[in-house]
């Protein structure tokens, strides 16, 4: 039984935690409160003092228009084509075939293995000099990028989803066999939507990485946004300028493919699917 020096010691002691616990608080609400006011101020500051609005109307918005566009386009066809490829490689990563499962991680450890800028150059330039003549594909680069892009996400993609078929327990792919399923039926029906909702926030920030990776396409003369903020502030020696517009583009991809992927969480998710419903 505690005697009344110790329960005296212990009141003493939650009262102490309890006055640190709201110091600590304070001090984070204040600090929280002058990053936002500074960074407030910076932005009001860019906003209404370097911007330039007309030089944005008249010269600026549509070559951003236009390069905002081809990224999109870009990202949209690399996205679908590396997630596809992406379940492609994460199958025969756990594939009970030996040579199958060798050369998934073969590929996978390329292509996490080397830079993306390395591999843009080899697809980009060594491809067409293994042709022989004259390379036949006009607008190669935008060929190169995409191709380039789905190559190295697909790797990423592949192991987010070995990781999410090895995540369910063995004995569901046993019951799905025993019940005269396939191994492919099982895969299909029981083992892989269950790893696809395990392995979904992985493959969302792997697809928001891939909208950064499109800044490196201005070494494959494609015409991104950051090119055009090259372009810009060499003809104009306006920085701020394209660099709030750069800014707003790529958050207008990344943010709304970020609220994609978490709507996609909550509906494969069995405890928060029925209130989507």
Known sequence: MATDTERTTGGERGVIE????????????????????????????????????????????????????????????????????????????????????????????????????????????????????????????YYAAVIGLTLNHAAYIGEAIRGGIESIPSGQMEAARSLGMSYIQSMRNVVLPQAWRNSLAAIGNDQVILVKDTSLLTVLAVPELLSAFRNINSATFDAWTPIILVAIAYLMITIPLGRLVSYLERRADPATAGGDN
Not at 68 to 76: K, M, N
């Open 18 to 141: 309890r006055m640190n616990d709201a110091t600590f608080r304070r001090i984070g609400l204040v600090g929280t409160s002058l990053f936002a006011l500074v960074v407030g101020a910076f932005l009001l500051y860019v906003l209404f003092v370097r911007v330039d609005y007309e030089l944005l109307l008249e010269i600026i918005y549509p070559q951003f228009t236009y390069a905002f566009l081809r990224v999109l386009g870009i990202v949209v066809v690399s996205s679908v084509l590396s997630v596809v490829a992406g379940v492609i490689v994460g199958l025969a990563r756990v594939s009970r075939t030996g040579p199958t499962r060798n050369i998934a991680k073969g590929y996978i450890e390329f292509f996490r293995g080397t830079p993306l800028l390395f591999q843009l150059f080899v697809i980009y330039l060594g491809i067409p000099q293994l042709w022989g003549g004259t390379f036949p594909v006009d607008q190669w680069n």
